[in-house]
């Protein structure tokens, strides 16, 4: 339910981006055996020996998403990286399906907000010549009209079949009302009519732009020996050249003042249940009250013993299901709060959620409560991360944002240093002003 609930485009890049910030303890380290090298061109190539799993695991992660495209052609990220699977100069869509399996290879192209990637899964046997095929789709991709008007209407179908869910049609009108003219108030798929105005052209040439190799991080983490494979990656890469003066250009950054009133939007749709979100402004996904954030959340409303589903819905009986989000982002970001149930509860429902929010605000939490989520977060984090994959998606995305990828090492320290106080002062900070969208009968 919740992946359907954050609208994600590609599961295992949503699950990795959104995990970056639950880190490991500092006995354990992801890092201590990376190797960067920095080409001339910007582009950034890390690289992990990792003999444990009989793969190897390639991230290449794009600094372009969906936030970036360009007005009046929202979606236009999302296409772009759905088309590179639509044939090359070399290979027919068909072929490059055929050549994979036959290889036992996983090829896969994601978009999300704030990035863009192309995954590699293969064995060490076949890493080579899959590697050849993941080169001749970024360097060679032809964007064939008629795969690209078939992925355009796929696109189309997608997004409008969204709104047919009500968890769906919520959070759309949520974000809309909350981010206002960001880009962030449209999911990835784009728009209605952004998806209408792009021409297959815009998608080759958005391509260019994406690629550039100041744009670019490439991770690769698995069974290899890094004195064979990085003049491979050398040769592969050495020769991208930045600048782009084409068109479409990226949209321009955006402003954005977080909400200074409480808003409300109520949505008529013929449902037995009433659906309800809350949401606030929170800190960026770098912010240094990020951590007192996620632990306020994951209290909040992260799991069977989160305060909303104790309080709401066990002890109250006031709704079906009841949750939290902390949607982090690089950018403006928000935590949200969902709940399900009956109409005539809806009143009830808000006010015990609103009484949860000052809650935090004047109690904060126990040091033995943060503990707590610290470990669960730790423990969380080193499961999901278990994969090459996983392993090399986070290293990419932590180096391409700024921090470094030593920073994947670090970030514990974050949750080890949040305080009683820093959850009250997160609270006051944040826990002003509310949006709300209600979807009832």
């Not at 799991?303 to 902390?326: H, N, P, V």
């Not at 999901?384 to 290293?395: K, R």
Request: with cysteine; net charge negative.
């Amino acid at each position: 339910m919740r992946m359907r609930f954050r609208l994600a485009i590609a599961a295992l890049l949503v699950l990795v981006l959104a995990c970056g910030s639950a880190l490991a303890s500092v006995q354990f380290s992801y890092t201590d055996d990376v190797q960067k090298v920095v080409l001339e061109s910007g582009l950034t190539l890390l690289l992990k020996e990792n003999p444990a799993f009989d793969i190897i695991a390639v991230g290449l992660l794009s600094g372009i998403g969906s936030v970036h495209d360009p007005e009046g052609l929202e979606g236009l990220t999302y296409l772009t990286q759905r088309n590179l699977l639509s044939g090359t100069t070399n290979r027919t869509a068909q072929e490059l399906v055929i050549e994979l399996e036959s290889l036992g290879s996983q090829l896969q192209t994601a978009a999300s907000y704030d990035y863009s990637a192309i995954m590699l899964q293969s064995t060490p046997a076949s890493f080579e010549a899959s590697f050849a095929v993941l080169m001749d789709l970024i360097n060679n991709s032809t964007f064939p009209e008629r795969e690209f008007e078939r992925e355009r209407s796929l696109s189309q179908s997608t997004l409008g079949s969204l709104t047919d869910d009500p968890m769906n049609a919520i959070v759309l009108g949520y974000l809309e009302l909350f981010y206002g003219e960001h880009p962030y108030k449209l999911s990835p798929y784009g728009s209605p009519i952004g998806l209408t105005n792009i021409r297959r052209e815009d998608t080759e040439n958005w391509h260019t732009y994406m690629y550039q190799p100041e744009h670019i991080v490439v991770a690769v983490v698995g069974n290899f020996d890094t004195a064979e494979l990085l003049p491979l990656l050398k040769t592969s890469f050495g020769d991208w050249q930045n600048g782009y003066d084409k068109q479409p250009m990226p949209r321009e950054e955006v402003d954005f003042v977080y909400p200074a009133e409480d808003r409300e939007l109520v949505i008529n749709i013929p449902t037995e249940a009433a659906f309800l979100i809350m949401g606030y402004p929170a800190p960026a996904s770098f912010d240094q009250d990020s951590a007192s954030m996620a632990v306020i959340n994951s209290i909040l409303g992260e799991g069977m013993s989160s305060r909303l589903f104790t309080e709401i819905r066990d002890k109250r009986g006031l709704a079906y299901t009841a949750m939290s989000q902390y949607d982090e982002r690089l950018g403006p970001s928000n935590l949200l709060i969902f709940l399900a149930t009956h109409p005539q509860n809806v009143d009830q429902a808000r006010n015990q959620v609103l009484a949860e929010m000052k809650r935090f605000a004047d109690e904060g939490l126990t040091e033995a409560e943060i503990a707590h989520i610290a470990t669960q977060k730790r423990g969380l984090y080193i499961i999901q991360n278990e994969t090459n994959l996983n392993q090399a998606l986070m290293l990419a995305m932590t180096e391409l944002t700024g921090r470094g990828y030593q920073w994947v090492d670090d970030y514990m320290s974050f949750f080890d240093n949040v305080t009683p106080e820093d959850i009250k002062e997160t609270a006051q900070k944040y826990f002003q002003h509310y949006t709300e969208v209600l979807i009832i009968p």
